[in-house]
């Protein structure tokens, strides 16, 4: 009887550790297509980020030269609006020419 008894225990207990290993196992496939999922979008982040830095490269040159001209047109364009206030009158008195 006891030979029964142990082994229907043993039999038990290999069932429970094949219904763990099976447990385990599921819970591993599901990190796994996680991890898939976490370095696919990190690797299309990646990209973009790849892309926008040869592309702000590529321009450097371009948008440097457009906002200098900018620049220069304001300050230019500044300059004029004083002197035509002065020249006015209507400007503060910092502005106005002293007689």
Known sequence: MATIIAALTNFG???AAIGIS???SVLAV????????QSTIESILKLGQSITTL???LFQGVFGFVFANFAA???VG???YLYTLRQQGKGPKVLQKRL
């Open 13 to 15: 207990q290999s069932l």
């Open 22 to 24: 099976l447990l385990y």
């Open 30 to 37: 599901f990190q796994a297509v996680f991890a898939l999922v």
């Open 55 to 57: 592309v702000l490269e």
């Open 73 to 75: 047109i304001l300050v």
């Open 78 to 80: 500044g300059a004029y």
